[in-house]
């Protein structure tokens, strides 16, 4: 059986959005700073496809199938900018960069990371006084 026009149009629209959305748009090229912090970008991606046709032939017409096809698809990419990874000698932090938490529970689930660090820096700290 012949391939169906309608999967070249698929195809072809599959490999732009290929081209497009690659591993470096999620997880983007390390920018390192003259003082030695790397930052290490990281985004969210979306997309939404469509395709479709219809066949103009009558069923006696098989034979002149591919002249009467028409047809059309789409594609839209969303790149939201989520976060940076900041890496300096062993220390390694994520600043995000989407907008302040709305309530107070998002709020307090942003601040863990902080205070894990200051209270394991606390106990560090107290840890090599007594030694």
């Given at each position: 059986m012949?391939?169906?026009?309608?999967?070249?149009?698929?195809?072809?629209?599959?490999?732009?959005?290929?081209?497009?959305?690659?591993?470096?748009?999620?997880?983007?090229?390390?920018?390192?700073?003259?003082?030695g912090?790397t930052?290490v970008?990281?985004?969210?991606?979306?997309?939404?496809f469509v395709?479709?046709?219809?066949?103009?032939?009558s069923k006696?017409?098989?034979?002149?199938?591919?002249?009467?096809f028409?047809?059309?698809?789409?594609?839209?990419?969303?790149?939201?900018?989520?976060a940076?990874l900041?890496?300096?000698?062993?220390?390694?932090k994520?600043?995000?960069?989407?907008?302040?938490?709305?309530?107070?529970?998002?709020?307090?689930?942003?601040?863990?990371?902080?205070?894990?660090?200051?209270?394991?820096?606390?106990?560090?700290?107290?840890?090599?006084?007594?030694?």
């Amino acid at each position: 059986m012949d391939k169906h026009p309608i999967n070249d149009l698929m195809g072809e629209t599959m490999e732009k959005i290929r081209e497009m959305v690659d591993t470096e748009v999620v997880v983007g090229k390390p920018i390192t700073t003259p003082d030695g912090v790397t930052l290490v970008p990281l985004s969210k991606v979306s997309f939404g496809f469509v395709s479709g046709g219809s066949d103009f032939a009558s069923k006696k017409q098989a034979e002149n199938r591919d002249k009467s096809f028409g047809g059309g698809s789409g594609a839209g990419v969303k790149i939201t900018p989520v976060a940076f990874l900041v890496l300096k000698g062993e220390s390694v932090k994520i600043v995000p960069v989407f907008n302040p938490s709305s309530n107070t529970l998002d709020r307090l689930v942003d601040m863990i990371p902080d205070l894990f660090e200051k209270v394991t820096g606390y106990i560090d700290k107290k840890t090599d006084k007594e030694f």
